[in-house]
């Protein structure tokens, strides 16, 4: 499976971004696809996931209430909308998926999209 991510960009603190995550391959039910994020000088970090079967989503307590995570089945997609940002969450954006639940870390992970940078300006 290849993920492909897009959407990244710069913004000014307050602002949105959608980041979008494509699989080329199918995606088993008890999957669970997301995003990592990776600011300067700082270890890769779980953002956010939801289960491929149930649709079940899971935050970190950073971003709860900004971000939503959401996917189509059918386009084998993965979104994550990103509201009120703020410069602390600033860092390069992985798609993630894995056969589990990749909330659990890195170790979890079985794929890796390439990163799409995030800027947010104060």
């Known amino acids: 499976v290849q993920l492909q991510a897009s959407g990244g960009g710069s913004v000014q603190a307050g602002g949105s971004l959608r980041l979008s995550c494509a699989a080329s391959?199918?995606?088993?039910?008890?999957?669970?696809m997301g995003w990592f994020r990776q600011a300067p000088g700082k270890e890769r970090e779980f953002v956010a996931a939801?289960?491929?079967?149930?649709?079940?989503?899971y935050y970190d307590d950073s971003v709860k209430g900004r971000f939503t995570i959401s996917r189509d089945n059918v386009k084998n997609t993965v979104y994550l909308q990103m509201i009120s940002l703020n410069p602390e969450d600033t860092a390069v954006y992985y798609c993630?998926?894995?056969?589990?639940?990749?909330?659990?870390?890195?170790?979890?992970?079985?794929?890796w999209g390439q990163g799409t940078q995030v800027t947010v300006s104060s």
């Open positions: 993630a998926g894995g056969g589990g639940r990749i909330d659990y870390g890195l170790a979890y992970v079985s794929y």
């Open positions: 391959g199918p995606i088993s039910s008890r999957a669970s």
């Open positions: 939801i289960s491929w079967g149930a649709g079940t989503t």
